[in-house]
């Protein structure tokens, strides 16, 4: 069982989680797409910390016998959905990047020949 002063820091927890969230959207820090991944988290935290009952339930369903064995089971799962999420964000930017690079290097290439035709002409004058 979750004792109430457990319950009143988890709480203060999920409110300064939320207030840290909005002060990184308006600074500019966090873009809101990914902002909604860490939301979901701290919406589980509130959760979890305003209604004890809900992890003692969750602890019973999946046979386990603490409910702060069933916390860390969330947490654990929270993190490693928020790692594959973050893992597809950064594959699908670095796939984006080698894009980006081959572009530039084709316009670079192309500058240069169009440089190299326009001294060719101008020396043929």
């Known amino acids: 069982m979750i004792t109430g002063r457990f319950q009143f820091f988890a709480i203060a927890a999920a409110v300064l989680f939320f207030v840290l969230l909005i002060w990184l959207l308006k600074k500019n820090r ?3 797409k990914y902002c ?3 939301l979901l988290s701290g919406i589980i935290m509130l959760i979890l910390a305003v209604f004890p009952g ?7 369903m999946i046979g386990i ?3 702060v064995n069933a916390l860390f089971a969330v947490i654990l799962f929270c993190g490693m959905m928020l790692m ?3 893992t597809v964000i950064v594959s699908r930017e670095k796939q984006e990047i080698v ?7 084709l316009l670079e290439n192309r500058i240069r020949e169009l440089e190299s035709r326009e001294r060719e002409g101008s020396r043929e004058k």
């Not at 809900?54 to 019973?60: H, N």
């Not at 894009?99 to 290097?105: G, L, S, T």
């Open 30 to 32: 966090l873009s809101l």
């Open 54 to 60: 809900v992890l003692d339930g969750f602890a019973r």
């Open 99 to 105: 894009k980006m690079v081959q572009r530039i290097a």
């Open 65 to 67: 016998y603490s409910s």
């Open 36 to 38: 909604l991944l860490w």
């Open 84 to 86: 594959i999420s973050f």
